[in-house]
DNA sequence: GAAATCATAATTGTATCCAATATTGATTTC
DNA sequence: GAAATCAATATTGGATACAATTATGATTTC
């Protein structure tokens, strides 16, 4: 094999169950017992437990010893500390990748808007949209600064994906992210922080609105 | 038992390796073979293995599939991302805590600052070290923003602890606490949080400057 | 009838065994 | 002699069996 990373089935399990909960066939809050979800899945309880932890320590699950697992509730609080601290980091990565972004890390992000708009299910959805940010944060190739932000994301797309829900959200979104590419594209780097940084607010927004 | 948390063998061992690579007997790049491991913690591969996940998630542990974890090795640039990070998120979450810090509050931050004084393991330096900073920002409330700061504080520990090695640096790092601390006495947020970002800054630049 | 107690079952965590992958070292081939 | 090939070993990931813990429900006690 070539890859460097082998891919181990834990890895899959977990991307599986990601799916289910952001697709919300798995409710926040419901209760998540190892057998079943191992017999659902098709695999084995050691690589279901692994897969398990790594979505509590990602926050999509909230897990106690001996008691099990659940999904999560986010609460207003949560998306209040995720929205802060990405407006805080992601603008940052943003500023120390500019001046590296390439032609090709502009044709990354514009190729994921528009399988986006041409997507609707909610995990895909959520992919493409941190592939867009993804591309433009990594030329920073701040590698620690990126995998916080990622988790971020990671934590926050479940809230998203329920906003994505309200009406109108997810052709607003597209709409702030073009203006964001278009500012890459301009060179204009102080345009595309505030852009970054009007994206994330309103987001936050109109899921805090939704949530009251 | 009445604990909500019943604590399980991987948390433990989980810490114990913590405390191993803390005080440097187990070297950044070195491999963590498992079953040499799980012998010399005498417990069985499957806790040892959900422990090495966890401190990788942690960022104290770097693994790839099948072919194993070795201790993270610290480059320049994540110390950098690290305490630009902290620098960004601490302030926040102090100034957050401030109006609610009750005096038990800051009584539980001295009592952490006097045990650091006598104590000289570099592990429990370490927990000790967050204790103090944890006591400061808990009364916040901001469990998700505590949660990413803890991490960070986590990642970084190894650095100080190397960076504990400095001549004077554990004194110097007392001293920019004890301002702080102050700070909070007498209700001057601003400068507690001048004092916080200086103490992080002064940290960020001795870690550099040992590191090259 | 409500609370306490205890046995039973359900569920998670751990140990052990097996399979899959990677590493090593000898052998071959040019 | 160096690179490629392949067998043998070492090491990790996964499946199953067992132990520890928690949840459940009947029984008792007041």
Not at 69 to 95: H, K, Y
Request: one cysteine or more; glycine letters at 4%; aromatic letters at 2%.
């Amino acid at each position: 094999m070539i890859s460097d990373t082998q891919k181990t089935q834990a890895e899959s399990t977990a991307a599986k169950i990601r799916t289910l909960i952001l697709n919300g066939t798995l409710q926040p809050g419901q209760p998540l017992r190892q057998e079943a979800l191992s017999e659902q899945l098709s695999v084995s309880r050691t690589p279901l437990r692994h897969a398990l932890q790594s979505l509590a320590e990602e926050g999509l699950v909230e897990t106690t010893g001996y008691k099990g697992a659940r999904v999560a509730e986010l609460d207003r609080g949560m998306i209040d500390d995720l929205f802060e601290m990405r407006l805080l980091l992601e603008p940052l990565a943003l500023g120390s990748a500019f001046p590296q972004i390439t032609k090709l890390d502009l044709a990354r992000a514009e190729m994921a808007l528009d399988a986006a708009d041409a997507e609707d299910e909610p995990s895909r959805l959520s992919a493409l949209n941190w592939d867009f940010h993804h591309a433009l944060y990594r030329p920073s190739n701040r590698q620690t600064l990126l995998r916080t932000i990622a988790q971020l994301n990671k934590a926050s797309a479940l809230a998203e994906v329920i906003a994505s829900s309200i009406v109108a959200r997810p052709e607003k979104s597209a709409a702030e992210h073009r203006i964001l590419l278009q500012a890459c594209r301009d060179g204009d780097e102080a345009g595309a922080i505030a852009a970054l940084g009007e994206h994330l607010r309103l987001a936050h927004r109109d899921i805090r609105t939704r949530k009251d």
